[in-house]
């Protein structure tokens, strides 16, 4: 199946499982459930909102994870002080890349905005080199917008 067939399936799926729910952290939740059952060849997806000037772990499906990522470091903080997705091919040659994972090869992130305030980070990693593209990026930014609109973040 081609990655924009992909990505309207799950983006589908995304919003029959959400339904009329706001609560961010049941969306973020069944979010990232359904992202873990749906992504091939993925070891890790998650969530990490911005608290104060870093990022803290929220819901997510995979190994235990760093808890804490300031602004700018590694590529999860990159995304967030940038507020630009990044599609990383190999981890290991991103200036900073945190190691939460060692089996960890490739990595796609992508910023969570609404009105202009960014609320967080949607982090996929997998263990195989060059996993994603930017195709990949598309389709979770478009995840990550209807997150953003769909929850209530106070």
């Given at each position: 199946?081609?990655?924009?067939?992909?990505?309207?399936?799950?983006?589908?799926?995304?919003?029959?499982?959400?339904?009329?729910?706001?609560?961010?952290?049941?969306?973020?939740?069944?979010?990232?459930?359904?992202?873990?059952?749906?992504?091939?060849?993925?070891?890790?997806?998650?969530?990490?909102?911005l608290k104060g000037e870093e990022l803290?772990?929220?819901?997510?499906?995979?190994?235990?994870?760093?808890?804490?990522?300031?602004?700018?470091?590694?590529v999860c903080g990159q995304t967030a002080?940038?507020?630009?997705?990044?599609?990383?091919?190999?981890?290991?040659?991103?200036?900073?890349?945190?190691?939460?994972?060692?089996?960890?090869?490739?990595?796609?992130?992508?910023?969570i905005e609404k009105d202009g305030q960014?609320?967080?980070?949607?982090?996929?990693?997998?263990?195989?080199?060059?996993?994603?593209?930017?195709?990949?990026?598309?389709?979770?930014?478009?995840?990550?917008?209807?997150?953003?609109?769909?929850?209530?973040?106070?």
């Amino acid at each position: 199946m081609e990655h924009a067939q992909f990505y309207e399936e799950l983006y589908g799926k995304l919003v029959a499982l959400i339904g009329n729910e706001r609560d961010w952290v049941a969306n973020l939740a069944n979010a990232a459930a359904l992202l873990w059952e749906e992504l091939p060849r993925i070891n890790w997806v998650g969530f990490y909102i911005l608290k104060g000037e870093e990022l803290v772990l929220g819901p997510f499906q995979g190994r235990p994870a760093c808890i804490r990522i300031g602004m700018g470091k590694g590529v999860c903080g990159q995304t967030a002080l940038l507020r630009k997705s990044h599609v990383v091919p190999d981890v290991h040659e991103f200036p900073g890349h945190i190691a939460c994972d060692p089996i960890s090869r490739s990595e796609v992130v992508v910023p969570i905005e609404k009105d202009g305030q960014l609320l967080g980070v949607l982090d996929v990693d997998s263990p195989e080199l060059a996993r994603f593209s930017e195709a990949d990026g598309a389709g979770l930014e478009k995840v990550a917008n209807f997150l953003a609109e769909r929850c209530d973040w106070a």
